[in-house]
């Protein structure tokens, strides 16, 4: 295989290394495509182009790999490289989730095939997975923790005892996360790849705007305490699931017990679990970010190339599900700091309240339609967590 590669930074230069650590697959990088010439490389300058067509027209280029960092760029390096059916690997998870139907319909009309296995979870095989071992109707529900930057500060939050702005420093220091890291922090990032486990689960198409969204950027040391007074951490959860023929999803933290599998998930780890009618649920974890992780996961896609592998996307085809987020019922704590802030009648039931000088919360049900529209949302003196399953422990031992 001949591979023509778009993007040489954290993700493109991992592939490098463990292609060239892999004794087993006969795959040459011939051409880099890269965005600024100028900058130092620790590779031959020969590899490297700036002009997209020395890799998208060269007949002698069968695979192209797409990591660079701009989603709209991805795009058209994608749709191009089909086009002209070349096979291509992608990690690009903003630019998958936002064209998932215009780069299915690509490869039914130029049978080409697009893998992206490192957008997900890096390098656990999730898609593979949800793909292959799981392509029946038995599959409930996929949840977990997909976004490593988050997960690096939440550990370093309930692990040191430090605050917020203190963990996303040492997150930002030491390259976990961007110097803007907005996309992490108000999980757009986990969002994404939701919507691209959302088709290989269960079949549907969900556009990114529909999905919410609701990150740790507001969590403050009162919601700290508060889990830590009950034997809970905090992790950011991006759900789907399945009841019937609706399919629904999310993404927002959520407390869990400090015993609970999801709170040994540490820093850049990642972890999901896919829960089916007779296996009850299965855990799969591994690192979800990081430059050799990524590579690797890439490194997979390229040499199932060689086998002519190709998402079948067979649950697609198959069922009549649709996304439908109106009967998911969500038992959240809403910290708020003032009478009228929150909205008491979008609540289904109010369990517990607390109120003192500067902070509040209330503990109830919402439906997650409701918890989407709430103007309240939008308030950057509000933040919201989910309960998990294990409330019961929550209360008792409270
Ligand atoms: N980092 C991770 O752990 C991770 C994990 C999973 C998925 N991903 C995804 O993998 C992709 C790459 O991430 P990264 O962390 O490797 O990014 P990065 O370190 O910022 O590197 C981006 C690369 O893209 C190149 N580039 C940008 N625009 C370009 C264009 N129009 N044409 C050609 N090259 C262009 C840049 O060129 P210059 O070198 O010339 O600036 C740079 O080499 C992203 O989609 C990201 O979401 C990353």
């Known amino acids: 295989m001949k591979i023509g590669l778009f993007g040489f930074g954290c993700v493109g230069q991992g592939l490098w290394k463990v292609l060239h650590e892999t004794k087993g697959i006969r795959a040459d990088i011939k051409r880099i495509c890269i965005k600024h010439p100028d900058k130092q490389r620790p590779v031959p300058a020969h590899f ?7 890799i998208l027209d060269d007949p002698e280029v069968d695979v192209v790999v797409e990591l660079i960092d701009d989603a709209d760029a991805a795009f058209v390096i994608v749709s191009g490289a089909l086009e002209r059916g070349k096979a291509v690997v992608s990690a690009n998870k903003k630019m998958i989730a ?12 130029t049978g080409a095939p697009f893998l992206y296995e490192g957008a997900c979870c890096a390098s656990i095989p999730i898609i593979r997975n949800l793909e ?6 038995l599959l409930t529900s996929v949840e ?36 803007d890291p907005s996309l992490d922090i108000d999980a757009y990032d986990p969002k994404f790849k939701l919507c691209i486990l959302l088709l290989h689960a269960f079949g549907v198409f969900v556009a990114p705007e529909k999905v919410l969204n609701f990150g740790i950027g507001r969590l403050q040391d009162f919601d700290i305490h508060f889990a830590k007074s009950r ?3 905090i992790k950011l959860i991006a759900r789907c699931y399945r009841e019937k023929d609706k399919v629904s999803g999310y993404c927002i933290p959520r407390f869990v017990s400090e015993n609970h599998r999801y709170a040994h998930v540490r820093n850049e780890y990642n972890a999901v679990t896919l829960e089916s009618a007779f296996s009850e649920h299965q855990t799969f974890a591994g690192k979800g970010a990081g430059d050799k992780a990524t590579g690797c996961a890439v490194l997979s896609d390229i040499s199932a190339l060689r086998y002519q592998y190709k998402y079948e996307y067979r649950k697609f085809s198959q069922n009549g599900t649709f996304f439908d987020t109106s009967d998911t019922i969500l038992k959240v704590y809403v910290r708020h700091q003032y ?9 289904r039931t109010i369990e517990e309240r607390y109120i003192a000088a500067h902070s509040r919360y209330w503990i109830g049900e919402i439906s997650l339609a409701q918890l989407q529209n709430a103007r309240w949302l939008s308030d950057p003196g509000v933040n919201v967590i989910e309960l998990g399953t294990d409330y019961t422990d929550f209360a008792s031992s409270h």
Request: charged letters at 20%; aromatic letters at 12%; a negative charge.
């Open 144 to 179: 977990g923790i997909v976004n490593g930057t988050t997960n690096v500060i939440l550990s370093k939050i309930f692990e040191e005892n430090i605050g917020f702005q203190e963990a996303l420093a040492y997150a930002q220091a030491n390259g976990f996360a961007e110097s």
């Open 48 to 54: 490297f182009t700036t002009d997209p067509a020395a």
């Open 339 to 347: 009478e009228g802030q929150v909205e008491e009648s979008d609540f």
């Open 132 to 137: 292959e071992y799981y392509d029946n109707d």
């Open 98 to 109: 936002h064209r998932l139907p215009e780069l299915f319909a690509l490869q039914q009309k």
């Open 231 to 233: 034997g809970q951490v």
